[in-house]
Nanobody, 122 residues
Framework: QLQASGGGLVQAGGSLRLSCAAS????????MGWFRQAPGKEREFVTT????????YSADSVKGRFTISRDNAQNTVYLRLNSLKPEDTAVYYC?????????????????WGQGTQLTVSS
């Protein structure tokens, strides 16, 4: 199971850190990802990280602003969001992929958290 937290209301230009706590024994071998879904839009890829944290990849829209990291000892993946914009407003979901390859599409992930709402005010 995945439990995302840390969302809230932030002013444009602000920062926030999302967390995703995982239960189960497979976290340390799973690729993790963050996706987001804004009202009326499809769920979109944000970023992904390898099982050991050595590789990651982010969507162009968040490169240089968002950073994914993980702590396998704590079974937690993080998403640091800086320089937030109103268009970052969305429900953010964490997801796990039972594969060593990074995943860029929602369909490539096997487990999903419940989502945490981020609202960025202008």
């Amino acid at each position: 199971q995945l439990q995302a937290s840390g969302g809230g209301l932030v002013q444009a230009g602000g920062s926030l850190r999302l967390s995703c706590a995982a239960s189960g024994r497979t976290f340390s071998s799973s690729v993790m990802g963050w996706f987001r879904q804004a009202p009326g839009k499809e769920r979109e890829f944000v970023t992904t990280i390898s099982w050991n944290g050595r590789r990651s990849y982010s969507a162009d829209s968040v490169k240089g602003r968002f950073t994914i990291s993980r702590d396998n000892a704590q079974n937690t993946v993080y998403l640091r969001l800086n320089s937030l914009k109103p268009e970052d407003t969305a429900v953010y979901y964490c997801a796990a992929r039972n594969d060593y390859r990074l995943g860029y599409k929602a369909g490539e992930y096997d487990s999903w958290g419940q989502g945490t709402q981020l609202t960025v005010s202008s």
